[in-house]
């Protein structure tokens, strides 16, 4: 029989309880973290149910899913997000909304959202268009966002730019000249005329839209492309490199896969965002190069 009060057995119960529950392992720091942003995740998760509930209008983007590292998203597929609208959205922020609140796997690139890094250019409804600029409210829905065509496939909408980026390199896309201004500190003046001249080619932010709207380019991997043919232009009309640079350029142009491929389909100029007239800097380099040729007995 027990001597023990009540109260006491109580006690003694729970202190026995206590020391049969097992020791568990120490939760480490990584751990942790990972709890925490799962945690983080189901908030946002809720959050975005909730103001999906809330809001007047919802609007579903259906975009390109491929990750060839990850088991099970091998195969390309769309996922459909229903984002919260608000006038004045763009793709990107709808983009942006979907990977915070309901899917942190979701990649692609984006840096300024204001039309001047030239990164998140994307196959929006059928056509290249930046992100940050194309506003939801001029598109038709559901939204169907892809990566850039013609270009392989890194992860979702992210596209490989290495084969951009040599074409631009091709065309040397930096100032040069050897008619240096006598005096140490003497500017090297450009005229007002000329200025204007090459202003709308000096816009290009290195997208690749055009690039990836081309036929031509799709077709012949070496073809310099719209925008390194931009880039030519840009520096073979800048009056301050002189006659010797500028017949070093036209030669870089007229190449075999230079000016010549060019088709004048004028796709490079209908989808630029920065409305640089491709085509026609193009077609003037063609001219130059003819005349450069040109030879008068
Ligand atoms: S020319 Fe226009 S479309 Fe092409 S890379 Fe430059 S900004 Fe983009
Ligand atoms: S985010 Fe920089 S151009 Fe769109």
């Known amino acids: 029989m027990s001597t023990q009060v009540p109260e006491q057995e109580a006690e003694a119960e729970a202190e026995t309880e206590v020391e049969q529950e097992p020791e ?14 799962k945690r983080e995740r189901a908030s946002m998760r809720q959050r975005a149910e909730e103001e999906l509930s809330e809001a007047d209008e919802s609007v579903e983007i259906k975009v390109f899913r491929y990750d060839p590292e990850v088991e099970g998203k091998k195969d390309p597929r769309f996922d459909t997000f229903a984002v919260p609208y608000e006038k004045g959205m763009t793709v990107l922020d709808a983009l ?58 890194v992860k979702d909408l992210v596209v490989e730019m290495e084969h951009f980026y040599e074409q631009m390199e091709a065309v040397e896309p930096y100032f040069q000249t050897n008619e240096v201004p006598k005096g140490d500190l003497e500017e090297q003046r450009q005229s007002r005329e000329n200025r204007e001249k090459i202003k709308m080619s000096t816009r290009c932010i ?30 073979a009309m800048d009056e301050r490199e002189g006659a010797d640079m500028t017949e070093h350029r036209l030669n870089l142009v007229e190449q075999e ?17 920065k409305d640089i007239p491709l085509t026609e800097h193009i077609q003037a380099l063609k001219r130059e190069a003819v005349k450069k040729n040109l030879k008068f007995w």
């Open 24 to 37: 568990r392992p120490p939760v480490s720091a990584h751990q942790q973290r990972r709890l925490a942003e």
């Open 257 to 273: 896969h230079g000016v010549w491929r060019c088709q004048t389909q004028f796709s490079c100029t209908e989808v630029c965002p």
């Open 206 to 235: 290195w997208c690749a839209a055009c690039m990836s709207s081309c036929n031509i380019a799709a077709g012949d991997n070496q073809y310099l492309g719209p925008a390194a043919i931009n880039k030519a232009y840009r520096f």
């Open 96 to 153: 942006i909304y979907a990977r915070d609140h309901f899917d942190s796997s979701l990649t692609f690139r984006h840096s300024c959202r204001q039309a001047i890094c030239g990164s998140d250019a994307f196959f929006v409804n059928g056509r290249q268009r930046l992100g940050c600029k194309t506003q939801l409210s001029d598109l038709e829905w559901p939204v169907r966002i892809e990566p850039l065509p013609h270009a392989d496939v």
